[in-house]
């Protein structure tokens, strides 16, 4: 693993090293008020900039499927208060009303044509960016999860609430270094990234998220 974010002393043979449970404190640190500022100027250019993926992505959303262009989900933010995060729907309708919440994988079923293109160039997250201009996300951050999910990595994973510290991101440490969460496993490693970017968070580091992020998107290889 090539460790162009944050240095190797960060890393064990199994993955990203776990801190102790101290967080970072966005009241005390200066950057606080820098990445609000910046989260909220990016969010900005960053729909302008996309306004013709925006309308594109509305055209064929509406064009291909029922429903509405627009979805809005309940997920678990900065100390655990819930919030509504918007994307683009990418499944079909009622995908989950006989199931219940279903972890989203790489071959989901649930997902429309389109939406599964939406899905794999991270399109279906653009409208994050409002919010992020409404304060309860950042643009980069831990990932936020679904209220029953969150509950059970309660019970389940040791110091899952530590990732609740900051605000959630549209992306983050764990998005650009590990795949969807398929298992109870893959969740213990993204876990250990959330804490070690809670513990390392600076401008540059998320900087450097973001360039990653960008080629993810452009080569689809992590």
Request: charged share 25%; aromatic share 10%.
């Amino acid at each position: 693993m090539s460790n162009d974010i944050l240095s190797t002393d960060d890393f064990t043979e199994t993955g990203p090293a776990l801190y102790p449970p101290s967080s970072w404190d966005e009241r005390k640190s200066p950057y606080a008020c820098t990445k609000r500022t910046t989260d909220i100027y990016g969010s900005i250019i960053g729909l302008v900039v996309l306004s013709p993926v925006i309308v594109l992505a509305a055209v064929l959303i509406r064009l291909t499927s029922r429903g509405k262009i627009l979805y809005s989900q309940v997920r678990v933010g900065k100390d655990g208060k819930n919030f509504e995060m918007y994307k683009f729907r990418t499944m079909k309708i009622d995908a989950e009303k006989d199931s219940g919440p279903v972890w989203a994988c790489s071959n989901d079923t649930r997902l429309t044509p389109v939406g599964k293109f939406l899905r794999q160039t991270h399109i279906d997250e653009i409208p994050q960016f409002v919010n992020v201009i409404r304060g309860e996300m950042s643009i980069v951050g831990p990932r936020p999860e679904r209220p029953a999910f969150v509950e059970r990595f309660k019970q389940e994973i040791s110091g899952y609430t530590k990732r609740l510290d900051v605000k959630p991101g549209i992306t983050g440490l764990a998005q650009v270094w590990h795949r969807y969460d398929e298992t109870i496993n893959d969740v213990r490693i993204k876990i250990k990234y959330d804490i070690l970017y809670i513990r390392k968070v600076s401008f540059w580091t998320d900087v450097r998220i973001l360039a990653r992020t960008v080629r993810v998107v452009l080569t689809g290889t992590k």
